[in-house]
């Protein structure tokens, strides 16, 4: 009896195991339509077909419906979708409902004198069955290949460049989940669409989706909206980019500074000079103090910190934009703690508000000089000479040995007529990718040429000094200077941001990204890396407090010696 009832009991274990095992394989093999969908999946999905619509869909990409409303609706209506069947007869009947698109036999055809930059072109979600059926994802590949062409109602082109237009406005205010939302999804599907960097940020443009999403849903005030917003434009990488936005200059910042200038460099700041304040108050810091902590924090750590919601290329790009932040506060003081003579002291620095700061005129600077008595080396400064100058300032430096160029700013425009002057002949400088309208997130290259056939070019060294404020025209200017037989660029690398750039709103808030795409003439890139000097220099502690130009210092030791 014991053996019979073991027996039973075995069988009734294998039979429950057997039930079990079906269990198990039937739910792996279940149809992903069954499966629950989290709200983050559901707005992913929607923010990319939104998008896609808006810009490739004829009827939509005419104007012919209020996209952001139609966008509004939808986000209430995920609220009752649970599920992959439901989601996808949601987008069926709305893309169905926008009216038929018509074949169009010019979409299928290739410009075959253009040379096309694919890195940034992925519509391959289209077709994602974990999350489409197919006949949605049939609605959208068809609307891929019979896109809209030609006009668009949310951009138009001049020349080569897109600016974007007929945006709705909702104010810089929180006001709702949706409204966010759709900023998010605005600003997210622009990326997506027209920036020529995309591929090169540090998380992939989808997971930044993904991952901004709960973010924005959990917004509540005007400020974490502002943040969120601000954390989103970094997520481009881009020292072109920024976020004006005045609650977080107030609040996030400060409104209160420490009247002081100062430099920086190896990962600490020193102060090249004290300010003045309107309550002829003391100041207790000294021209010469070497500043390592800021209210407990050192230097790197308040650029972390600050990092989160200032764009930049690269981490010498976001040192650049955050500088001039380590300084302010909301509080009426703030702790130092300093190097001076030796010693290290911990001060106790009242801050004040910028209109109690007392401005100071900067010293005067020369557009061109002679840098020695022989004259034998001229030097301009970039970032002041004018078109205008240029035929003077040639006249005095043609019969030079040397020329330097100071490209630590930013210049005038003056590319072009310097490249006639003193370059040898017509060369190829540049190569940019410029957006293709007809095929979004797809660009086109093409080589730019810059000077002319010119005997009499200039035949001295060409000596460029750059550093992080080299940006944008100035690389494009130091790449022209490039071109010269005995160029030679010295300093550090430069700011990495190149291309013109295209201005918007987003929340009613002023921003912008890089709009074309800059390479060296053979595709390497520029951006993110800039231009890397020929020599590296940069400056040091010790020498800014004995107030010398190391990088100008090298560039004539270069001239003087050759390496």
Same mark, same amino acid.
């Given at each position: ?304 910190? #600050?990092? &989160?919601?200032?764009? @930049?290329? %690269? =981490?010498? !790009?976001?040192? /650049? ?118 095929? #979004?997130? &797809?660009?086109?290259? @093409?080589? %730019? =040429?810059? !000077?002319?056939? /010119? ?109």
């Amino acid at each position: 009896m014991g053996l019979t009832f073991i027996f039973d009991h075995f069988n009734q274990l294998i039979s429950s195991m057997r039930i079990l095992f079906i269990f198990i394989l039937s739910f792996l093999n279940m149809p992903f339509s069954a499966q629950a969908l989290s709200e983050t999946q559901k707005l992913e999905s929607l923010g990319k077909v939104w998008g896609f619509l808006k810009y490739y869909h004829p009827h939509v990409a005419k104007g012919d419906f209020d996209w952001d409303e139609q966008l509004v609706q939808k986000i209430d209506e995920l609220d009752r979708i649970h599920d992959k069947a439901q989601l996808n007869e949601l987008y069926f009947r709305w893309i169905s409902s926008l009216g038929k698109v018509e074949d169009c036999p010019t979409c299928l055809k290739h410009d075959k004198e253009k040379v096309y930059f694919l890195k940034n072109f992925d519509l391959s979600w289209l077709s994602d069955n974990h999350l489409f059926d197919e006949k949605v994802s049939r609605q959208l590949l068809f609307i891929q290949n019979n896109r809209n062409l030609g006009g668009n109602h949310y951009f138009g082109s001049g020349g080569k460049k897109v600016y974007f237009r007929n945006e709705k406005s909702y104010g810089s205010k929180f006001t709702s989940k949706q409204i966010s939302l759709l900023e998010l999804f605005r600003y997210w599907n622009l990326v997506e669409y027209f920036f020529p960097y995309k591929y090169q940020t540090d998380e992939n443009w989808n997971d930044v989706l993904r991952e901004m999403i709960p973010k924005f849903i959990s917004i509540k005030s005007d400020e974490s909206y502002h943040l969120a917003l601000a954390e989103l434009v970094t997520k481009v990488d881009d020292s072109h980019a920024f976020l004006y936005s005045p609650i977080i200059n107030a609040y996030q910042y400060g409104r209160r500074k420490v009247p002081v200038e100062y430099a920086y460099a190896e990962g600490k700041l020193i102060i090249t000079q004290v300010i003045g304040n309107q309550l002829d108050e003391e100041n207790v810091l000294q021209a010469g103090d070497i500043i390592y902590d800021v209210n407990g924090r050192t230097i790197p750590q308040i650029v972390n910190s #600050l990092g &989160k919601y200032v764009p @930049a290329s %690269n =981490s010498w !790009g976001k040192i /650049n934009k955050v500088k001039n932040l380590f300084l302010f506060s909301n509080n009426n003081s703030v702790t130092l703690k300093v190097e001076r003579n030796g010693e290290n002291l911990s001060l106790t620095v009242k801050t004040y508000l910028l209109k109690d700061i007392i401005g100071h005129k900067p010293a005067v600077q020369q557009k061109w000089k002679f840098l020695n008595a022989d004259k034998k080396t001229g030097y301009v400064n970039m970032g002041i000479i004018e078109k205008g100058d240029l035929d003077d300032m040639y006249r005095d430096f043609q019969y030079t040995t040397s020329i330097i160029f100071d490209l630590r700013n930013y210049p005038k425009l003056t590319i072009f007529p310097l490249s006639r002057m003193i370059l040898p002949e017509k060369s190829i400088y540049y190569q940019f990718n410029f957006p293709e309208t007809d095929y #979004l997130s &797809k660009f086109y290259t @093409a080589k %730019n =040429s810059i !000077g002319r056939k /010119n005997p009499g070019y200039y035949k001295g060294n060409v000596v460029v000094l750059v550093d992080e404020n080299t940006q944008s025209q100035a690389e494009t200017t130091a790449m022209m200077f490039k071109q010269h037989p005995k160029a030679k660029v010295i300093g550090s690398n430069t700011s990495g941001a190149n291309g013109d750039i295209i201005r918007f709103k987003i929340a009613d808030l002023d921003t912008c990204f890089t709009g074309l795409g800059a390479y060296y003439p053979d595709g390497r890139e520029t951006q993110r890396i800039g231009i890397v000097p020929d020599i590296i220099i940069k400056p040091t502690l010790k020498g800014i407090g004995e107030g010398k130009d190391e990088v100008l210092e090298r560039a004539l030791l270069y001239i003087k010696t050759g390496f």
